[in-house]
C-alpha cells in the first residue's frame, strides 16, 4: 500500500475537485469510455470520484503513477493542509475521457500541446481530514516552510508511517485528525484485561489497545512506545512467552517479508529505545501468526518493559534493532492469565523459583562485592558519599536472564559508580579480558581496571561483553 500526495491548490485543481471528487462521475458515463472487462466489473455503484494526472517532462509522474494499485491513499493538498483522503479502486490511461472531464484546462506547450490527465484513476471512499502541512513537514523530516509542488507517492515503509499516525485506515468515520486526541496511552487500558481476545487488528485500534491497523509498534521518537504487536513478521524474534526477543521495524521490502536493508533507531525503535531508558510500560499483543499466539484473532498479554536493546547483524545479513522485554508478571501468573487461551503444545516454562533463588543472592553478591572495594568504582576509584553510607552498583558482567543467561556469581560481577555501570551497560565500553584495560571509554583509554587480590575475574565473561561490544559498534 502507498500514499499519494495531490495538490489541487491552484484553480484549476480546485475546480477539478468539485467537478469530479465531491459531485462524482456517473457510472454510465464511465463506461462510455472504458471498456476494459476487468474494470469495468468493478464499478458497481452509481458514482465515483474521478482523479487524473498528466505524465510529466519525461513520463516522470507517468512513472510514479504505474506504482498506483488498488486499496493505495490519495492524500489532496490545498490552503497548507491535507484536507481529504480517497481509496484507489482502480486505475486506466484514457485520453479521450480526460478531455471530455477536464477539456478546457490550457495544455502545457513546452512538454506536449495536447497533454492531459490520461493517466486516470477512480477513488471509492472518500473522507475528510484535516492534517496541517506543518505537522506532514514535521513527521517526514521535511524542512520547516517546505510545500506540495506536483503529484508524487511514497514507498511502502514510508506510506504505513504516514496512515497509522494519521489514523488513514479508519474509512467508517469522517471524523477529522486531531493531534492532541492522538496522543499515546501507556499502561493498560481501562476495561480490558490480560488475555482479552480481540478479532482483527482493527478492533484493536477501536479499543486503543494498538492503533496502528499495520506497523507492529505504536510510538513516536520523542514520547517513547506504548505498545508492540507480534505477528510473525521478523525472523530474528524469539518469543517466550514471559520474554521477548523483539525486532524493530524498518527495512523489509514489504510487510513481513525480506529483510533488505538496515534498521536504525528511528520512529517506533525509537520509541522503544526511550521506553527502555525512561522505564516505560509497554502493552504486548499477540497474534495468531505466532507460536504463544492464540488461536485465532489477537490476544491482550498485558505489560511488559524493556530491559536493554542493541543494534546487530540479523539472520539477513543487515543491521537490525533488536529489544529485550520482560513481563511483569512471574512465568506462573502470566499462564495462569492466559491459560484458556495458551496453544495446546505450549509447554510450561519452570522458572519461578530460579528467579526467586536469584534475587535473593543478588542482594548478597552486590553487597559482597562493594564492600571488597570499599565502595569505589572500579573504573574511576571514585567514592560517593551518601548519608549513611555510599553509591555504588554491583553490576553484572553478563547479564543474568536472557539471552544472555550469566551466573550469579562473584567473578562475574564489579563494582561500579553509577555513570560507569551505565554505560558498561549500554556497551560505551568494555574490558580488555587478557589485561584488563580499560578500551573505548573517553578519559580512561588504557587505564588498568581495579583488582583486588580478593576478587577473581572470570575472563569468559569479559570475552562475552566484548563480543557484545563489537556487535554493536561494528
Given at each position: 500500500m502507498r500514499v499519494h500526495v495531490i495538490p489541487a491548490s491552484d484553480a484549476y485543481g480546485r475546480k477539478h475537485y468539485t467537478d469530479t471528487i465531491q459531485l462524482k462521475v456517473s457510472k454510465s458515463k464511465i463506461k462510455n469510455f472504458v471498456k476494459d472487462k476487468e474494470i469495468t466489473n468493478l464499478i458497481t455503484e452509481e458514482s465515483y470520484a474521478v482523479w487524473g494526472v498528466k505524465k510529466g517532462k519525461s513520463n516522470i509522474n507517468h512513472t510514479k503513477w504505474l506504482r498506483m494499485e488498488r486499496g493505495d491513499i490519495c492524500l489532496f493538498y490545498r490552503d497548507k493542509k491535507f484536507f481529504s483522503a480517497g481509496k484507489v479502486l482502480c486505475k486506466f490511461e484514457n485520453y479521450e475521457f480526460s478531455k471530455d472531464l477536464w477539456g478546457d484546462i490550457p495544455r502545457n506547450s513546452d512538454i506536449d500541446p495536447e497533454e492531459t490527465w490520461e493517466d486516470m484513476f477512480l477513488l471509492d471512499e472518500i473522507k475528510k481530514i484535516n492534517i496541517p502541512l506543518e505537522i506532514f513537514n514535521h513527521l517526514m523530516g521535511y524542512k520547516e516552510g517546505n510545500i506540495i509542488q506536483g503529484y508524487n507517492n511514497y514507498e511502502e515503509s514510508i506510506s504505513e508511517l504516514i496512515v497509522d499516525e494519521f489514523d488513514l485506515s479508519n474509512?467508517?468515520?469522517?471524523?477529522?485528525?486531531?493531534?492532541?486526541?492522538?496522543?499515546?496511552?501507556?499502561?493498560?487500558?481501562?476495561?480490558?484485561?490480560?488475555?482479552?481476545?480481540?478479532?482483527?487488528?482493527?478492533e484493536l485500534s477501536e479499543f486503543k489497545l494498538h492503533t496502528p491497523t499495520m506497523a507492529g509498534i505504536w510510538g513516536r521518537e520523542s514520547e517513547g512506545s506504548c505498545s508492540i504487536v507480534l505477528s510473525g513478521g521478523y525472523e530474528d524474534d524469539i518469543d517466550n512467552l514471559d520474554y521477548i526477543l523483539y525486532t524493530g521495524q524498518g527495512g523489509q521490502d514489504a510487510p513481513g517479508g525480506k529483510q533488505i536493508s538496515d534498521q536504525e533507531f528511528s520512529r517506533g525503535n525509537k520509541g522503544l529505545q526511550l521506553s527502555c531508558e525512561y522505564g516505560l510500560p509497554v502493552r504486548v499483543t499477540r497474534g495468531h501468526q505466532v507460536q504463544n499466539g492464540p488461536e485465532s484473532g489477537y490476544r491482550y498479554d498485558g505489560l511488559y518493559y524493556v530491559t536493554s536493546y542493541e543494534r546487530i547483524i540479523g539472520?539477513?545479513?543487515?543491521?537490525?534493532?533488536?529489544?529485550?522485554?520482560?513481563?511483569?508478571?512471574?512465568?506462573?501468573?502470566?499462564?495462569?492469565?492466559?491459560?484458556?487461551?495458551?496453544?495446546?503444545?505450549?509447554?510450561?516454562?519452570?522458572?519461578?523459583?530460579?528467579?526467586?533463588?536469584?534475587?535473593?543472592?543478588?542482594?548478597?553478591?552486590?553487597?559482597?562485592?562493594?564492600?571488597?572495594?570499599?565502595?569505589?568504582?572500579?573504573?574511576?576509584?571514585?567514592?560517593?558519599?551518601?548519608?549513611?553510607?555510599?553509591?555504588?552498583?554491583?553490576?553484572?558482567?553478563?547479564?543474568?536472564?536472557?539471552?544472555?543467561?550469566?551466573?550469579?556469581?562473584?567473578?562475574?560481577?564489579?563494582?561500579?559508580?553509577?555513570?560507569?555501570?551505565?554505560?558498561?551497560?549500554?556497551?560505551?565500553?568494555?574490558?580488555?579480558?587478557?589485561?584488563?584495560?580499560?578500551?573505548?571509554?573517553?578519559?580512561?583509554?588504557?587505564?588498568?581496571?581495579?583488582?583486588?587480590?580478593?576478587?577473581?575475574?572470570?575472563?569468559?565473561?569479559?570475552?562475552?561483553?566484548?563480543?557484545?561490544?563489537?556487535?554493536?559498534?561494528?
Open positions: 474509512w467508517q468515520t469522517s471524523s477529522l485528525y486531531d493531534p492532541s486526541s492522538s496522543g499515546l496511552v501507556f499502561g493498560h487500558i481501562p476495561g480490558i484485561s490480560t488475555g482479552d481476545i480481540f478479532e482483527s487488528r482493527k539472520k539477513s545479513g543487515h543491521y537490525i534493532c533488536r529489544f529485550h522485554l520482560e513481563s511483569e508478571l512471574s512465568i506462573s501468573d502470566l499462564e495462569k492469565k492466559l491459560d484458556e487461551n495458551l496453544p495446546e503444545n505450549y509447554k510450561t516454562a519452570h522458572r519461578t523459583v530460579t528467579t526467586i533463588n536469584k534475587i535473593n543472592r543478588n542482594i548478597k553478591l552486590r553487597e559482597k562485592i562493594k564492600e571488597i572495594y570499599g565502595h569505589k568504582c572500579q573504573v574511576c576509584n571514585v567514592y560517593l558519599r551518601k548519608p549513611h553510607g555510599a553509591i555504588a552498583i554491583g553490576a553484572h558482567i553478563k547479564g543474568l536472564g536472557q539471552p544472555h543467561n550469566g551466573p550469579d556469581v562473584l567473578s562475574n560481577m564489579l563494582c561500579l559508580c553509577p555513570n560507569h555501570h551505565d554505560q558498561f551497560d549500554a556497551l560505551a565500553f568494555y574490558i580488555d579480558p587478557e589485561i584488563f584495560a580499560i578500551k573505548g571509554l573517553d578519559g580512561y583509554e588504557e587505564v588498568k581496571l581495579t583488582i583486588s587480590n580478593n576478587h577473581k575475574i572470570d575472563k569468559e565473561f569479559l570475552e562475552y561483553h566484548k563480543n557484545q561490544y563489537e556487535k554493536k559498534t561494528n
